[in-house]
C-alpha cells in the first residue's frame, strides 16, 4: 500500500463521544466534524428512523403518535441496541461519504459500566461499520482534553458531569487510581426541575423547556444577583396553557438533591485518594468538564464543600470528544495503554 493511500485510509480513523445527550466525532487530522443530539426519531409502524440528531431532538414533545423521538442512551449506556447501531451508523456516513469506509474507532463509556454494557457499545460500533473499536473510560479522555499531563507520576482530579453521568477519577501515570461513576448528572437536573415544577404549581412541562430553564435558572451556590424569568406550560388542573415566574432561588432549591450527589462523588473519591495524591491534587486543584460543569456555582459549591481549589477546563462540552481524539491521534504510538479491554 502506498504512503499516501495509507495516510488516507488512518486520515478516516475516528472517534467518538457517544453521550447520553450529544454524540461529537472527531475525525483523525481534522478534529471535531460533528456534534449532535444522540436522539432518533422513528416511525413506530415501520420501525424507520425518519431524522436523526438535531432534526430529531426539534422533533421531542412534538410528534403524532406513530413518531417517537428516542434517546438510545440512558444513563450513559445503550438502552436501544438497535436504535443506537442506527444513530453510529448514520454518523459515520455524514462524515464519510464513502459507503465502504471501514475505519477504526475510538468510542468513550462511563468508568462504571459492566463488561457486558461495555461490550454492548463495541459490537455496536462494528455493527455500524467500523473495523475495530478501541475502548476509553471518559475520565481518561476528559483528563486528556481538559490538558492535564495524565501520563506523569502526579494526581490530576478530573470531575466529568455529563447527560447522563457524573464521573469522577484520579489519574495518574496514564492510569485510573480512585474513581466514582454515578448516574446522576444533566438528566436529572432537568427531571428535579419537571418534578417541582409540577408539586409547587400543578404545571406541566417538557424536556426542552426543563432543560432551558436549567441553562437559564440553575445555580448551584447562592447567586450575588438572583433571577427571574417566565414559564410556560400546561396546567394539570385546567389542562390550558399557562405561564408562571420563577427564580434561581427556586430552580436551586428543585435540583438540590442530584447537585449533594455529584458532590457526595467528589468527596467519596477524595476519600478513595492515596494521600500523596491528594496532596497533588490540593496543589494542582479539581478540574470540572462536560456541560455540568457549566451550571452557575457549581465550583464555588464544590471548593466550599472540599476545600479543595477548583477550576473549569477551557472547553467542557468538547473536553471528551477532544481527549479521545488526541488519544486517536497517538494510537499507534501509545498501543492500548490508555484503552481499556472489555472485563469478563
Known amino acids: 500500500m502506498s504512503d499516501s493511500m495509507f495516510r488516507d485510509l488512518r486520515g478516516r480513523d475516528m472517534a467518538v463521544d457517544l453521550g447520553t445527550a450529544n454524540t461529537l466525532v472527531y475525525v ?26 438535531l432534526e430529531a431532538k426539534r422533533m421531542i414533545g412534538r410528534t403524532p403518535s406513530y413518531i417517537q423521538a428516542i434517546r438510545p442512551l440512558k444513563d450513559g449506556v445503550i438502552a436501544d441496541f438497535e436504535i443506537c447501531e442506527k444513530m453510529l451508523r448514520y454518523f459515520i456516513h455524514r462524515v464519510h461519504a464513502r459507503r465502504w469506509v471501514k475505519p477504526r474507532m475510538v468510542i468513550c463509556v462511563p468508568s462504571g459500566i459492566t463488561g457486558v454494557e461495555r461490550r454492548a457499545v463495541q459490537e455496536a460500533a462494528e455493527f455500524a461499520g467500523a473495523r475495530k473499536a478501541h475502548i476509553i473510560e471518559e475520565p481518561m479522555a476528559a483528563a486528556i482534553g481538559a490538558g492535564l499531563p495524565v501520563q506523569e507520576p502526579t494526581g490530576n482530579m478530573i470531575v466529568d458531569i455529563g447527560g447522563g453521568t457524573t464521573e469522577v477519577a484520579v489519574i495518574s501515570l496514564g492510569g485510573i487510581v480512585a474513581s466514582q461513576s454515578v448516574r ?5 437536573l432537568d427531571d428535579a426541575i419537571i418534578q417541582y415544577i409540577k408539586k409547587e404549581y400543578s404545571l406541566a412541562l417538557g424536556e426542552r423547556t426543563a432543560e432551558e430553564v436549567k441553562i437559564t435558572l440553575g445555580s448551584a ?22 405561564t408562571i415566574i420563577t427564580s434561581t432561588e427556586e430552580i436551586r432549591e428543585a435540583i438540590e438533591e442530584p447537585v449533594a450527589s455529584i458532590v457526595d462523588a467528589v468527596k467519596v473519591t477524595l476519600d478513595k485518594t492515596p494521600p500523596e495524591l491528594a496532596a497533588d491534587i490540593m496543589e494542582g486543584g ?14 464555588e459549591r464544590l471548593q466550599a464543600e472540599t476545600g479543595m481549589p ?32 472489555p472485563s469478563h
Open 184 to 188: 446522576v448528572a444533566g438528566d436529572e
Open 28 to 53: 483523525r487530522g481534522r478534529g471535531i466534524v460533528l456534534n449532535e443530539p444522540s436522539v432518533v426519531a422513528v416511525n413506530v409502524k415501520t420501525g424507520q428512523p425518519l431524522a436523526v440528531g
Open 286 to 299: 479539581i478540574v470540572l468538564a462536560g456541560g455540568g460543569a457549566l451550571l452557575l456555582g457549581l465550583p
Open 221 to 242: 451556590w447562592a447567586l450575588e444577583e438572583e433571577l427571574t424569568a417566565e414559564i410556560r406550560g400546561r396546567d394539570l388542573v385546567t389542562g390550558l396553557p399557562k
Open 310 to 341: 477548583i477550576r473549569v477546563c477551557a472547553n467542557p462540552l468538547q473536553a471528551v470528544a477532544i481527549g479521545s481524539g488526541q488519544a486517536l491521534e497517538e494510537i499507534d504510538s501509545i498501543g492500548d495503554i490508555l484503552f481499556s479491554s
